[in-house]
């Protein structure tokens, strides 16, 4: 969770310093190379952005409500540490799967992720997590993946519609959800393997800067509103499993064996060593959490500064290469111009020459004779 925080903390500013460099108000592609390769989808990717965005809230609402009626409903620690454990875990999933930078990617990984929490619940490992309560899990697990099929055919082209169709549940059924945790391969690379071999990439075209900094701004609102509640239920996570540890098993098996008064006094001997020692662990964890966040930080903002140099200067290189051809393009032309107008300039005077030679023949040869006739009425 710190990650994500740090991570939108990082893209959310330079984002937005790069919308306002000049050149980057040029109109942006209204579809992503994933989405050109399909075809025309007759939809533009900021629809299917806001599409995403808004069943990622309806996602994170419905998982939460569903999960908190079932902690309501029963009495047993196990399935309220179920359904803490699910919401927990479910919404930080649905927010990575969603906010992937190719929206059509993010509609179809979210998708899939539906599919996968249905399955789990209905008939997978996760089939008896809430004992009489299941069936509310498997309801709003059906429900949210009709509406994201509804979704995704009322912004796509039928065959699209269809064709993403198939590549979900084929890939939900060969990779299903096997853990409380959550943690899956992703539909992504498939998704963009199978629709274009061509990635869209954070910095494909200066004109999708504007757009980045949207997305990235729209991510980081998102995860500050359910920040304290996903803070909030790790720390009752973090507390179920203290609790746990501080020998409460010990404690009611004396109290089935009626030793409530030795195993009371003994618990209550070891309760501030227990208690000083969890306390160590606990903030040796933050510690090292806090080291690992700092570090992170730094990487991820060594790697965003290495990514804009390398951008910067792939720009800088195309543009002398373009601006060296277009003086080579312009200076071959002028040579051209030159060439012809030196050439005929030549042959003009020379034809000029030409005309004049003939002339001063013309003339000496008019003036000879002249002369001869003058020198023969002389003689």
Known sequence: MLNRIVTAA???????????????????????????????????????RVGATTLLTVYMANVEVTADSIIAATTDP????????????????FQR???????????????????????YFEEGSGRELFGPQQPYAVKISRILEIAT????????????HDHLH????????????????????????TVADV?????????????????????????????????????????ELLIASLTDSLRFNSLLAAIEQMEVLQETTRFLRETPGLLASERAAVFSEINEERLATLREFDRQRLATFQELMAWARSEREAMLAEMARMVA??????????????????????LRLVQVGAVIVLLAIVGLWLYGRARARAS
């Open 10 to 48: 990082v893209y959310l500013p330079i984002a937005l310093s790069l919308a306002s460099l000049p050149g980057c108000s040029a109109k942006a592609p209204e579809q992503t190379a994933v989405m050109q390769s399909v075809g025309d989808l007759g939809v533009t990717g900021r629809r299917i």
């Open 78 to 93: 196990g399935v309220q540490f179920n359904a803490l454990v699910w919401k927990a875990n479910a919404i930080p999933a």
């Open 97 to 119: 799967a969603m906010f992937h930078p190719d929206p059509l990617i993010s509609l179809v990984d979210g998708w899939t992720l539906s599919v996968q929490m249905r399955e």
């Open 149 to 160: 099929d509804s979704a995704v055919s009322a912004r796509l082209e039928p065959e699209v």
């Open 166 to 189: 198939r590549l979900v549940y084929e890939w939900a059924e060969q990779h299903p959800l096997d853990n409380q945790l959550f943690l899956r391969r992703s539909i992504a690379e």
């Open 195 to 235: 629709l274009g071999a061509e990635r869209l990439g954070g910095m494909s075209t200066l004109g999708s800067m504007a757009e980045m900094a949207q997305d990235a701004q729209q991510m980081a609102l998102v995860f500050a509103s359910h920040m304290p509640k996903e803070i909030r239920w790790q720390s």
């Open 329 to 350: 393009s312009e200076r071959e032309a002028v040579f051209a111009d030159v060439d012809a107008i030196t050439r005929g300039i030549v042959d003009h005077i020379f």
